[in-house]
């Protein structure tokens, strides 16, 4: 291997997706042939003692307590976004007119209009860029876009996803404040629309093309919390359950639900596709198999086959182990990584892209704004 650039980190947030992140950067060398090595620089958070442990922890070389210093130093080549939602527009716009590199954790910004000004700052700047909607690269996930690309399920007629948690039932969980900003509207955008929905929408735009238009309700279970920040009951704003029927361009119609009220589902995201030939099916909670039924196959053996992504010649699968041998969640990350740093190497970036990520916001605006009039609305960027 020729001999690789470094690239130096700076991670904002050290909380869920801090850790798979570091994680990330840490191992993507071990297993992939890349032209750049992240070096683990600096991390930024607001409490000194928290980020200083997560430095240890994970072999940062050095901390900040202040966003705005670590995209002036001039050592850190990438500024990676993995704090809440209402920081992502302020940090990211900061860091593309500083000429850093951008990824930023999903949403991307609170509203179509905010990740707009993203989108315009990263390609004034002309610094790459990525929002890390990592279940694009979960390799049964990865699979399915192949299928659908070489035309196997034919005509697509029908696209399903849910998104299914059940962590915000009690009534007595707070809004605000550490780990508990998703349930705060200011902080969050919305709630499931943007958090969940938002992972749906993605993959769904990835693999199926733009939507046309929605018809969306959303409802709000537990109306009022106490706020952590300031100890009184507030109305809560963001949505607890949000299901939309949508129109793709290419004609195929499609259902979308996610809630946080499913009493025991945890993460359970699935997806179907139905096509004329053929249907596939997915589900995070088995994410190494890729349910798969064609009906060009012989009747007598006809039937949904259960594959097992775990072979060579499967997406990303040769990096890791031997066939029969599975991975998880946090190799999606890796991956996500490999790919940014190919396409630094290539000068090509990889997807999805701010733009790419904004066409998920336009549709969260637009599942929102239908929730609200009650009527179908339609989605601006595909119009
Ligand atoms: N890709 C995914 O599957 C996925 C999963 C979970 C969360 N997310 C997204 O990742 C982001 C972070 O979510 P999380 O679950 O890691 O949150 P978290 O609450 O676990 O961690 C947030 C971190 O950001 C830090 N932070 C908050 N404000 C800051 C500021 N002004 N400056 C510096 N640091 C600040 C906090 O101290 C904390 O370390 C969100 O945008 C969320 O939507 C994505």
């Not at 049964?140 to 034919?154: F, I, P």
Request: hydrophobic share 45%; proline share 3%.
């Amino acid at each position: 291997m020729s001999a690789q650039k470094t690239l130096n980190v700076g991670l904002i947030g050290c909380g869920f997706m801090g850790r798979t992140h570091s994680n990330a950067f840490r191992q993507v060398n071990q297993f992939f042939d890349v032209g750049h090595r992240p070096v683990l620089a600096a991390v930024c958070a607001r409490s000194a003692d928290a980020v200083r442990g997560f430095a240890d922890r994970w072999g940062y070389a050095s901390t900040e307590t202040d966003w705005r210093r670590l995209i002036a130093r001039r050592d850190i080549d990438l500024i990676d976004i993995a704090s809440p939602n209402d920081t992502h527009a302020e940090i990211a716009v900061a860091a593309a007119e500083a000429g850093k590199m951008v990824m930023c954790e999903k949403p991307l910004g609170r509203s179509a209009a905010e990740s707009a000004r993203m989108v315009a700052a990263v390609e004034k700047a002309g610094v790459p860029n990525m929002v890390w909607y990592n279940y694009r690269r979960v390799p049964a996930v990865t699979l399915a876009k192949h299928l659908v690309d070489e035309g196997r399920l034919g005509r697509i007629f029908h696209y399903r996803a849910k998104f299914l948690q059940d962590w915000t039932i009690s009534k007595d969980l707070p809004q605000g404040g550490a780990g508990l900003w998703r349930l705060d509207a200011a902080v969050a955008g919305s709630g499931v629309t943007g958090d969940l929905l938002a992972h749906c929408i993605d993959t769904a735009l990835w693999l199926n093309g733009g939507i046309a238009e929605v018809t969306a309700m959303t409802e709000t279970f537990i109306k009022e919390r106490m706020h952590t920040l300031t100890g009184k009951i507030t109305p809560v704003g963001i949505d607890d359950a949000s299901a939309f029927l949508a129109r793709f361009a290419n004609g195929s119609l499609a259902t979308f639900e996610a809630t946080r009220y499913a009493r025991g589902h945890k993460a359970l995201y699935t997806l179907e596709i139905n096509g004329e030939h053929a249907s596939i099916f997915w589900d995070l909670h088995d994410l190494h198999r890729l349910q798969y039924f064609d009906h060009r196959d012989e009747g007598q053996v006809r039937g949904w086959r259960a594959l097992h992504i775990t072979d060579g010649d499967h997406p990303y699968m040769k990096h890791w182990w031997v066939p029969g041998l599975q991975i998880g969640y946090e190799h999606t990350f890796i991956h996500q990584v490999a790919d940014f740093l190919e396409g630094l190497a290539k000068g090509a970036p990889a997807a999805p892209t701010f733009r790419d990520a904004l066409a998920t916001d336009e549709v969260t605006d637009a599942v929102l704004a239908s929730a609200r009039s009650r009527q179908w609305e339609r989605v601006p960027a595909s119009v």
